[in-house]
């Protein structure tokens, strides 16, 4: 697997990022609380929603926001495909409101859904691949 974009629109410390990587490897370096960790947990995110992120949903909503957003294109065995997940406060309660799958045979929609495609596509839950790709603090 091979991220290829990210955009992030709201998530923790990030009001708008994006960010293309290229090919091999790519370093992300800055000051203690400038979003490092936050970047890497909004792709956790895209993939694997709530249950890959530190905290809760409302948690992940940037101050003063209501909303946020989070889109992942990427590569898995010579195949591109794209998630995308929305997050809205409805009243005290933060929900997601779109959750998208882009895939090579259409779209997948709905969070379980999409939520068991990545795992079978990577052969891994939420909390193995959190665990394999990232060291916490």
């Given at each position: 697997m091979r991220f290829e974009r990210i955009r992030i629109r709201n998530f923790k410390s990030h009001g708008e990022t994006e960010l293309s990587l290229r090919p091999g490897v790519t370093v992300i370096h800055g000051v203690n609380g400038s979003g490092k960790s936050s970047l890497l947990q909004a792709c956790f995110f895209a993939l694997y929603g709530a249950s890959a992120i530190d905290g809760t949903l409302d948690d992940a909503i940037a101050n003063d926001a209501e909303e946020m957003g989070v889109t992942l294109s990427?590569?898995?065995d010579g195949a591109d495909y794209r998630v995308e997940r929305e997050v809205k406060l409805r009243g005290e309660t933060a929900?997601?409101?779109?959750?998208?799958?882009?895939?090579p045979s259409g779209p997948i929609e709905q969070v379980t859904d999409v939520e068991a495609h990545i795992e079978g596509l990577l052969r891994m839950d939420a909390e193995a691949f959190v665990n394999c790709a990232y060291v916490q603090q």
């Open positions: 990427f590569t898995h929900q997601t409101t779109t959750c998208v799958l882009e895939t």
